[in-house]
């Protein structure tokens, strides 16, 4: 089984790629974080203290010194990726600010708008803002136990309606880029390693955006009215392989 971190490789190797189609206009690498009027105001839904609010296998989540910790240790390596899942509500149209840091081996991300996976525990299915401690895939849009990529950092792509597409080594081909959000390397630049980032999604309707450091990473502009979806879970990951850590705090949602 390919995982999401072989993909780029494979792309690379035997040519496969995103449609591209010329929509005009320049590049756009910084574009500004928070976009959209809203009355509503943000909200901490992690208490610091407690993981009250919040359901996860505790062998893997704790909190310590005011953070959220996910932690696979040696001897404990998972055979399937692991969520701590938010039960304060679904998430619609909203907003999401954390910080993050990640261990260099790390491999996590932050699910929304997801289901829970039937008979597996602590396992979502939906939209992904990934990350990973090598940088290679942070900020992509990767739909966990769906169309797996569909849009690598530095895309801004648009997913059609179709009854065709699939999963192509972990790249969804039915997808179709636009004018880009960035270049990928310049973004990686922005991203800490060994430190602390912010990370930021915006979902509203059929747009879903995701940020690092305040630089656009990856847009997705989703007509797929048959994959997508408009509402659901939020969790973080801890992802199977090799020992890791992961790290949230300051975690801020508000709702659009």
């Known amino acids: 089984m390919f995982t999401k971190k072989s993909s780029l490789t494979i792309l690379m190797a035997m040519g496969i790629g995103f449609t591209m189609v010329s929509c005009g206009g320049g590049e756009?690498?910084?574009e500004t974080a928070g976009d959209g009027a809203s009355a509503k105001v943000f909200v901490e839904i992690f208490d610091g203290k407690t993981l009250?609010?919040?359901?996860?296998?505790?062998?893997?989540?704790?909190?310590?010194?005011g953070v959220l910790v996910g932690e696979i240790?040696?001897?404990?390596?998972?055979k399937k990726n692991s969520f701590i899942i938010w039960r304060g509500g679904e998430t619609k149209d909203f907003e999401l600010v954390a910080e993050y840091n990640i261990t260099e081996a790390g491999n996590s991300g932050i699910n929304y708008r997801s289901e829970l996976v039937p008979d597996v525990p602590f396992a979502l299915k939906g939209y992904q803002?990934?990350?990973?401690?090598?940088?290679?895939?942070?900020?992509?849009?990767?739909?966990e136990r769906g169309r797996t990529i569909i849009a690598f950092r530095g895309q801004r792509v648009i997913l059609p309606a179709t009854d065709t597409g699939k999963s192509v080594h972990n790249i969804w081909n039915a997808a179709v880029q636009e004018t880009p959000a960035g270049d990928s390397d310049s973004l990686k630049a922005?991203?800490?390693?060994n430190d602390w980032n912010e990370i930021r999604i915006i979902a509203r309707g059929n747009s879903l955006k995701h940020y690092i450091n305040g630089a656009l990473t990856s847009e997705v502009t989703d007509d797929d009215t048959v994959n997508r979806k408009m509402s659901g879970l939020l969790g973080f990951q801890v992802h199977v392989g090799p020992p890791m850590k992961i790290q949230y705090r300051n975690i801020r949602y508000k709702e659009l």
């Open 28 to 30: 756009d690498k910084k």
């Open 52 to 65: 009250n609010g919040w359901e996860a296998d505790t062998s893997l989540w704790r909190v310590e010194d």
């Open 73 to 78: 240790k040696p001897g404990s390596e998972l």
């Open 129 to 143: 803002a990934d990350i990973d401690g090598g940088n290679v895939y942070t900020g992509q849009n990767y739909e």
């Open 190 to 193: 922005l991203i800490k390693s």
